[in-house]
């Protein structure tokens, strides 16, 4: 059974950095692609980052020059470093890895305050 597991959340002030990681067990192959999504109270779910396999990435509009995606392909994890936050970046953050099918982690909550 894959699950996937966040952590690395928590409480920033604006301007300030916060790394997300998430880490898989329960699979024997290397996801094609792995993402970070997240979602804020009454908005729906964004794409934030996504990298591929082999180390190619997007990002949404809004963390262009800001956030970094990379992966382990070998541990089958994924990070996200965030830097400059801004209260807008407040959300649950959701980790993704797709084989097949999409796999997600549970969420873990970061928080910026002004």
């Known amino acids: 059974q894959v699950q996937l597991v966040e952590s690395g959340g928590g409480l920033v002030q604006a301007g300030g950095s916060l790394r997300l990681s998430c880490a898989a067990s329960?699979?024997?192959?290397?996801?094609?692609?792995m993402a970070w999504h997240r979602q804020a109270p009454g908005k729906q779910r964004e794409l934030v980052a996504v990298i591929t396999r082999s180390g190619r990435t997007n990002y949404g509009n809004s963390v262009v020059g800001r956030f970094t995606i990379s992966r382990d392909n070998a541990a089958n994890t994924v990070s996200l470093q965030m830097n400059s936050l801004k209260p807008e970046d407040t959300a649950v953050y959701y980790c993704?890895?797709?084989?097949?099918?999409?796999?997600w982690g549970q969420g873990t909550q970061v928080t910026v305050s002004s």
């Open positions: 329960g699979i024997e192959f290397i996801f094609e692609t």
């Open positions: 993704r890895a797709t084989y097949v099918a999409d796999y």
